[in-house]
Protein backbone atom coordinates (compact mmCIF):
# COMPACT_ATOMS: atom_id res chain seq x y z
CA UNK A 1 0.00 0.00 0.00
CA UNK A 2 1.83 3.27 -0.99
CA UNK A 3 2.19 5.92 2.09
CA UNK A 4 1.46 9.64 1.94
CA UNK A 5 4.91 10.63 0.22
CA UNK A 6 3.91 8.30 -2.36
CA UNK A 7 0.52 9.84 -3.09
CA UNK A 8 1.67 13.58 -2.72
CA UNK A 9 4.89 13.01 -5.13
CA UNK A 10 2.02 12.06 -7.81
CA UNK A 11 -0.10 14.54 -7.04
CA UNK A 12 2.25 17.87 -7.63
CA UNK A 13 3.69 15.44 -10.82
CA UNK A 14 -0.07 15.71 -12.17
CA UNK A 15 -0.02 19.40 -10.97
CA UNK A 16 3.55 20.23 -13.06
CA UNK A 17 2.66 18.61 -16.11
CA UNK A 18 -0.78 20.99 -16.19
CA UNK A 19 1.36 24.07 -15.43
CA UNK A 20 3.21 23.17 -18.62
CA UNK A 21 0.54 22.24 -20.75
CA UNK A 22 -0.78 25.74 -19.64
CA UNK A 23 2.34 27.28 -20.53
CA UNK A 24 2.30 25.95 -23.91
CA UNK A 25 -0.75 26.89 -24.39
CA UNK A 26 0.11 30.33 -23.84
CA UNK A 27 2.91 30.19 -25.46
CA UNK A 28 1.09 28.80 -28.37
CA UNK A 29 -1.17 31.51 -28.46
CA UNK A 30 1.38 34.60 -28.10
CA UNK A 31 3.15 32.68 -31.26
CA UNK A 32 -0.12 33.22 -33.25
CA UNK A 33 -0.72 36.61 -31.98
CA UNK A 34 2.57 37.93 -33.03
CA UNK A 35 2.50 36.33 -36.72
CA UNK A 36 -0.67 37.75 -37.20
CA UNK A 37 0.75 41.13 -36.00
CA UNK A 38 3.53 40.86 -38.50
CA UNK A 39 1.41 39.77 -41.41
CA UNK A 40 -1.14 42.75 -41.12
CA UNK A 41 1.54 45.03 -40.95
CA UNK A 42 3.05 44.11 -43.69
CA UNK A 43 0.01 43.31 -45.77
CA UNK A 44 -3.33 45.42 -44.52
CA UNK A 45 -1.50 48.73 -44.64
CA UNK A 46 -0.32 50.28 -47.38
CA UNK A 47 3.51 50.94 -47.67
CA UNK A 48 4.82 54.82 -46.42
CA UNK A 49 5.27 56.96 -50.03
CA UNK A 50 8.41 57.93 -50.92
CA UNK A 51 7.44 61.95 -50.00
CA UNK A 52 6.96 60.46 -46.58
CA UNK A 53 10.55 59.26 -46.48
CA UNK A 54 11.48 62.17 -47.51
CA UNK A 55 9.83 64.27 -45.63
CA UNK A 56 11.38 62.95 -42.85
CA UNK A 57 15.58 62.88 -43.03
CA UNK A 58 16.92 65.98 -42.22
CA UNK A 59 16.47 69.54 -43.87
CA UNK A 60 18.81 69.86 -46.47
CA UNK A 61 21.29 73.29 -47.07
CA UNK A 62 21.01 75.68 -48.64
CA UNK A 63 23.07 74.30 -51.49
CA UNK A 64 21.61 71.09 -51.63
CA UNK A 65 17.71 72.57 -51.77
CA UNK A 66 19.26 74.70 -55.01
CA UNK A 67 20.81 71.85 -56.42
CA UNK A 68 18.96 70.09 -59.54
CA UNK A 69 17.12 66.04 -58.92
CA UNK A 70 16.45 63.96 -60.85
CA UNK A 71 12.89 63.37 -61.55
CA UNK A 72 11.48 59.52 -60.46
CA UNK A 73 11.35 57.31 -63.49
CA UNK A 74 7.58 56.38 -64.26
CA UNK A 75 6.26 53.49 -66.15
CA UNK A 76 4.48 54.84 -69.33
CA UNK A 77 0.29 53.98 -69.17
CA UNK A 78 -0.62 51.55 -72.19
CA UNK A 79 -2.74 53.27 -74.78
CA UNK A 80 -6.20 51.31 -74.59
CA UNK A 81 -7.09 49.27 -77.28
CA UNK A 82 -9.87 50.06 -79.53
CA UNK A 83 -12.17 48.24 -80.78
CA UNK A 84 -13.26 50.54 -83.79
CA UNK A 85 -10.64 52.24 -85.22
CA UNK A 86 -10.54 56.28 -84.86
CA UNK A 87 -12.34 58.30 -87.11
CA UNK A 88 -11.25 61.55 -88.94
CA UNK A 89 -14.18 63.58 -88.74
CA UNK A 90 -12.25 66.15 -91.21
CA UNK A 91 -12.12 63.47 -93.66
CA UNK A 92 -15.75 62.98 -93.91
CA UNK A 93 -17.22 66.15 -92.81
CA UNK A 94 -17.58 67.79 -96.12
CA UNK A 95 -19.41 68.29 -98.97
CA UNK A 96 -18.48 67.10 -102.40
CA UNK A 97 -19.88 66.13 -105.85
CA UNK A 98 -19.93 62.28 -105.34
CA UNK A 99 -19.72 59.94 -109.01
CA UNK A 100 -23.04 58.65 -110.20
CA UNK A 101 -23.17 54.97 -109.31
CA UNK A 102 -27.04 54.23 -110.28
CA UNK A 103 -28.61 54.62 -113.56
CA UNK A 104 -31.20 56.95 -113.19
CA UNK A 105 -31.82 57.09 -116.74
CA UNK A 106 -34.92 55.03 -117.23
CA UNK A 107 -35.53 54.11 -120.29
CA UNK A 108 -36.67 50.45 -121.28
CA UNK A 109 -38.64 49.38 -118.43
CA UNK A 110 -42.25 48.06 -118.92
CA UNK A 111 -45.09 50.72 -118.33
CA UNK A 112 -47.18 48.16 -116.59
CA UNK A 113 -44.41 47.53 -113.97
CA UNK A 114 -44.23 51.26 -112.94
CA UNK A 115 -48.21 52.32 -113.20
CA UNK A 116 -49.75 53.22 -109.86
CA UNK A 117 -51.37 50.17 -108.25
CA UNK A 118 -54.91 49.46 -107.06
CA UNK A 119 -55.36 51.34 -103.71
CA UNK A 120 -58.58 52.37 -101.93
CA UNK A 121 -61.52 54.54 -103.40
CA UNK A 122 -61.34 58.23 -102.98
CA UNK A 123 -64.30 60.05 -102.96
CA UNK A 124 -65.37 62.39 -106.05
CA UNK A 125 -64.69 64.95 -103.65
CA UNK A 126 -61.25 63.77 -104.64
CA UNK A 127 -61.47 65.41 -107.94
CA UNK A 128 -62.92 68.76 -106.98
CA UNK A 129 -59.14 70.04 -107.43
CA UNK A 130 -58.38 68.28 -110.19
CA UNK A 131 -57.37 69.58 -113.76
CA UNK A 132 -57.46 67.42 -116.53
CA UNK A 133 -55.21 68.33 -119.38
CA UNK A 134 -55.06 66.72 -123.01
CA UNK A 135 -56.81 66.15 -125.97
CA UNK A 136 -59.96 65.87 -127.03
CA UNK A 137 -59.97 61.84 -126.14
CA UNK A 138 -59.41 62.94 -122.22
CA UNK A 139 -61.88 65.51 -122.60
CA UNK A 140 -64.62 63.01 -122.89
CA UNK A 141 -64.33 62.94 -118.96
CA UNK A 142 -65.99 66.44 -119.00
CA UNK A 143 -67.95 65.97 -121.67
CA UNK A 144 -70.09 62.43 -120.11
CA UNK A 145 -71.79 62.31 -116.87
CA UNK A 146 -68.52 60.98 -114.97
CA UNK A 147 -69.40 62.60 -112.23
CA UNK A 148 -66.18 64.57 -111.76
CA UNK A 149 -68.23 67.82 -112.47
CA UNK A 150 -66.40 70.27 -110.61
CA UNK A 151 -62.85 69.19 -111.85
CA UNK A 152 -61.25 71.56 -114.39
CA UNK A 153 -60.62 70.61 -117.95
CA UNK A 154 -58.18 71.94 -120.47
CA UNK A 155 -58.51 69.72 -123.09
CA UNK A 156 -58.47 70.74 -126.97
CA UNK A 157 -59.94 69.21 -130.01
CA UNK A 158 -56.74 67.54 -132.26
CA UNK A 159 -54.26 69.09 -129.89
CA UNK A 160 -50.37 67.77 -129.27
CA UNK A 161 -48.03 67.98 -126.71
CA UNK A 162 -46.66 70.85 -128.84
CA UNK A 163 -49.90 72.73 -128.17
CA UNK A 164 -49.31 73.01 -124.83
CA UNK A 165 -45.60 73.84 -124.80
CA UNK A 166 -46.20 76.47 -127.67
CA UNK A 167 -48.91 78.42 -126.22
CA UNK A 168 -51.63 77.48 -128.87
CA UNK A 169 -54.50 79.73 -128.65
CA UNK A 170 -56.63 77.17 -128.88
CA UNK A 171 -60.63 76.08 -128.13
CA UNK A 172 -61.75 74.03 -124.99
CA UNK A 173 -63.64 70.96 -125.93
CA UNK A 174 -65.45 70.83 -122.82
CA UNK A 175 -66.21 74.82 -121.64
CA UNK A 176 -65.70 76.04 -125.57
CA UNK A 177 -64.04 78.92 -124.60
CA UNK A 178 -60.84 80.33 -126.92
CA UNK A 179 -58.02 79.73 -124.23
CA UNK A 180 -54.04 78.97 -123.91
CA UNK A 181 -54.25 76.02 -122.59
CA UNK A 182 -50.95 76.66 -120.05
CA UNK A 183 -52.92 79.65 -118.54
CA UNK A 184 -55.67 77.91 -118.27
CA UNK A 185 -54.09 74.93 -116.70
CA UNK A 186 -51.98 77.78 -114.08
CA UNK A 187 -55.47 79.55 -113.68
CA UNK A 188 -56.89 76.44 -111.93
CA UNK A 189 -53.81 75.83 -109.05
CA UNK A 190 -54.57 72.19 -108.73
CA UNK A 191 -53.95 69.84 -106.10
CA UNK A 192 -53.62 66.79 -108.34
CA UNK A 193 -53.15 67.33 -112.62
CA UNK A 194 -53.86 64.24 -115.07
CA UNK A 195 -52.31 64.66 -118.21
CA UNK A 196 -53.15 62.65 -121.54
CA UNK A 197 -51.77 63.95 -124.95
CA UNK A 198 -50.12 61.67 -127.72
CA UNK A 199 -52.51 60.20 -129.38
CA UNK A 200 -52.64 63.25 -132.35
CA UNK A 201 -48.39 62.92 -132.01
CA UNK A 202 -48.29 59.34 -133.29
CA UNK A 203 -50.49 59.85 -136.20
CA UNK A 204 -46.88 60.89 -137.58
CA UNK A 205 -44.37 57.78 -137.82
CA UNK A 206 -41.18 58.27 -136.50
CA UNK A 207 -42.16 60.93 -134.01
CA UNK A 208 -41.18 58.96 -131.03
CA UNK A 209 -38.08 61.02 -129.79
CA UNK A 210 -39.58 64.57 -130.46
CA UNK A 211 -42.75 63.68 -128.26
CA UNK A 212 -40.87 62.28 -125.97
CA UNK A 213 -38.62 65.59 -125.74
CA UNK A 214 -41.96 68.07 -125.72
CA UNK A 215 -43.64 66.40 -122.94
CA UNK A 216 -40.30 66.56 -120.89
CA UNK A 217 -40.67 70.17 -121.82
CA UNK A 218 -44.11 70.33 -121.04
CA UNK A 219 -43.60 69.38 -117.60
CA UNK A 220 -40.43 71.72 -116.54
CA UNK A 221 -43.41 74.12 -117.94
CA UNK A 222 -45.94 72.83 -115.67
CA UNK A 223 -43.64 72.97 -112.75
CA UNK A 224 -42.76 76.98 -113.11
CA UNK A 225 -45.99 77.42 -112.89
CA UNK A 226 -48.20 75.29 -110.31
CA UNK A 227 -47.66 75.62 -106.62
CA UNK A 228 -44.55 72.99 -105.84
CA UNK A 229 -46.85 70.27 -104.06
CA UNK A 230 -48.61 69.38 -107.08
CA UNK A 231 -48.89 65.78 -108.10
CA UNK A 232 -48.59 64.93 -111.91
CA UNK A 233 -50.31 61.68 -112.76
CA UNK A 234 -49.11 60.70 -116.65
CA UNK A 235 -51.91 58.50 -118.29
CA UNK A 236 -51.31 56.38 -120.46
CA UNK A 237 -52.09 56.47 -124.09
CA UNK A 238 -54.76 53.85 -124.57
CA UNK A 239 -55.15 51.83 -127.58
CA UNK A 240 -57.45 52.14 -130.87
CA UNK A 241 -58.97 49.44 -133.00
CA UNK A 242 -57.92 47.43 -135.21
CA UNK A 243 -58.95 48.52 -138.31
CA UNK A 244 -57.44 52.80 -137.52
CA UNK A 245 -54.26 51.13 -138.25
CA UNK A 246 -54.93 51.00 -142.16
CA UNK A 247 -56.22 54.80 -142.22
CA UNK A 248 -53.49 55.93 -139.73
CA UNK A 249 -50.50 53.59 -139.89
CA UNK A 250 -48.70 55.48 -136.96
CA UNK A 251 -51.90 54.45 -134.24
CA UNK A 252 -50.44 50.84 -134.50
CA UNK A 253 -51.47 48.93 -130.81
CA UNK A 254 -47.87 47.68 -130.66
CA UNK A 255 -45.87 51.08 -131.42
CA UNK A 256 -48.58 53.12 -128.59
CA UNK A 257 -47.76 50.22 -126.46
CA UNK A 258 -43.44 51.02 -127.21
CA UNK A 259 -44.65 54.32 -126.46
CA UNK A 260 -46.50 53.98 -123.30
CA UNK A 261 -43.26 52.03 -122.06
CA UNK A 262 -41.28 55.65 -123.12
CA UNK A 263 -43.67 57.49 -121.10
CA UNK A 264 -43.84 55.31 -117.78
CA UNK A 265 -39.66 55.81 -117.85
CA UNK A 266 -40.23 59.25 -118.52
CA UNK A 267 -42.44 59.65 -115.69
CA UNK A 268 -39.80 57.80 -113.28
CA UNK A 269 -37.17 60.36 -114.51
CA UNK A 270 -39.43 63.51 -113.89
CA UNK A 271 -40.85 62.67 -110.54
CA UNK A 272 -44.19 62.17 -111.92
CA UNK A 273 -47.24 59.70 -111.70
CA UNK A 274 -48.15 57.25 -114.06
CA UNK A 275 -51.58 55.49 -114.57
CA UNK A 276 -51.96 52.57 -116.97
CA UNK A 277 -55.90 53.48 -117.83
CA UNK A 278 -55.27 50.76 -120.77
CA UNK A 279 -55.79 48.14 -117.99
CA UNK A 280 -59.43 49.33 -117.81
CA UNK A 281 -59.89 50.36 -121.81
CA UNK A 282 -57.71 48.23 -124.02
CA UNK A 283 -57.82 44.49 -124.37
CA UNK A 284 -54.90 42.46 -123.14
CA UNK A 285 -54.01 40.31 -125.97
CA UNK A 286 -53.12 42.99 -128.26
CA UNK A 287 -53.89 46.49 -126.49
CA UNK A 288 -56.56 47.02 -128.72
CA UNK A 289 -59.64 49.12 -127.71
CA UNK A 290 -62.28 47.22 -126.08
CA UNK A 291 -65.47 47.09 -128.32
CA UNK A 292 -67.94 47.36 -125.84
CA UNK A 293 -66.25 51.16 -125.39
CA UNK A 294 -65.85 52.37 -129.27
CA UNK A 295 -67.21 55.14 -131.19
CA UNK A 296 -67.82 55.11 -135.08
CA UNK A 297 -63.93 56.21 -135.63
CA UNK A 298 -62.45 53.86 -133.08
CA UNK A 299 -60.23 55.80 -131.49
CA UNK A 300 -62.39 57.77 -128.65
CA UNK A 301 -65.04 56.40 -126.11
CA UNK A 302 -68.54 56.37 -125.62
CA UNK A 303 -70.70 56.86 -122.20
CA UNK A 304 -69.90 53.58 -120.78
CA UNK A 305 -65.80 53.60 -121.52
CA UNK A 306 -65.63 57.05 -119.79
CA UNK A 307 -67.48 55.52 -116.76
CA UNK A 308 -64.91 52.50 -116.59
CA UNK A 309 -61.79 55.22 -117.45
CA UNK A 310 -63.10 57.11 -114.05
CA UNK A 311 -63.80 54.58 -112.15
CA UNK A 312 -60.24 53.51 -112.77
CA UNK A 313 -59.07 56.45 -111.30
CA UNK A 314 -60.94 56.82 -108.18
CA UNK A 315 -58.95 53.48 -107.44
CA UNK A 316 -56.03 54.25 -108.52
CA UNK A 317 -54.56 57.14 -106.88
CA UNK A 318 -51.53 57.70 -104.85
CA UNK A 319 -52.04 57.37 -100.45
CA UNK A 320 -52.08 60.96 -99.43
CA UNK A 321 -53.50 61.95 -95.71
CA UNK A 322 -55.95 65.00 -97.39
CA UNK A 323 -57.72 61.91 -99.08
CA UNK A 324 -61.15 60.61 -98.41
CA UNK A 325 -61.83 56.92 -98.98
CA UNK A 326 -64.86 55.16 -99.32
CA UNK A 327 -64.65 52.77 -96.87
CA UNK A 328 -62.11 52.10 -94.72
CA UNK A 329 -58.44 54.05 -95.79
CA UNK A 330 -56.41 50.77 -96.91
CA UNK A 331 -53.61 52.63 -96.43
CA UNK A 332 -53.97 54.67 -92.94
CA UNK A 333 -50.54 55.13 -91.65
CA UNK A 334 -50.99 55.63 -87.70
CA UNK A 335 -49.71 59.08 -86.42
CA UNK A 336 -49.39 60.36 -90.09
Same mark, same amino acid.
Given at each position: ?109 ? =? ?39 ? =? ?38 ? #? ?106 ? =? ?5 ? =? ?23 ? #?????
Amino acid at each position: MADFYTYRSEVAGKRRKRKLFLALIVLLALLCAGAGFYWFRDNGTPAPQEADSAAAQPTATAESTMAPTAAPTQQPIAEPQRLVQSVDAAVWDKSEPVAQTIDTEFLNTD =HRMVAVPMLGTVTKDYFNTVTFAGDSIASGLGIYDTGYHNA =HYATYVSAGVQTFVNNVSVKNAVTGATETPMETIAASQPD #YLYILVGTNNLVVQGSEDSFIAYYERLIDMLREQLNPGVILYIQAIPGVQETVVASKPGLDNQRIATVNDLLANMALRKGCYYVNIREALTNTADGSQIDDYATKDGV =HFNAAGY =HAWAEYLATHTVWNRRSVYSGENPY #YIYGA
